[in-house]
């Protein structure tokens, strides 16, 4: 199995796991006389069976994650930086749209309203760090499709 599809399926078990809460939740009481719609003991054996699969498929996955290694980083590593770079490019861009916000003045008496940053200069820094996040991203999905499940 490809990493790619471990994550793919353990998205799906966390939906699955959520849609089991709710059923559970909603068959949980009956009124007296009645019966439940689902019976909660195997709603209950499904939710096992679903937490078992996931927590195999995580520890997996994070030992993949930890063990395959593109340009000397681990995927780990990569999804870490991934992160962080996604992080600041934010950071940037808001900084980069409160800084081009000029108040223009009705009279010559009023407060003059400036940039505190470079505003050309900080969207070429925000440019080129949206540039390292998606080849960054793009190292992770290669990886994701090429490396076989630990």
Known sequence: MK?????????DLNIKIEQLRSRLTANALVQEGEKPAEDPGELLAELDGAITRLEELM???NLTNSTIKKDGKTITELIAHKDALKEKVSVYRDLVSAASQTARRAMRTEIRILSAVNVRELQKKTDALSKELRETDAK???LNWTSELL
Not at 3 to 11: C, F, I, Q, V, W
């Open 3 to 11: 990493l790619a599809e471990a994550l793919k399926e353990r998205a």
């Open 59 to 61: 520890a997996r996955i």
């Open 140 to 142: 992770i999905q290669e």
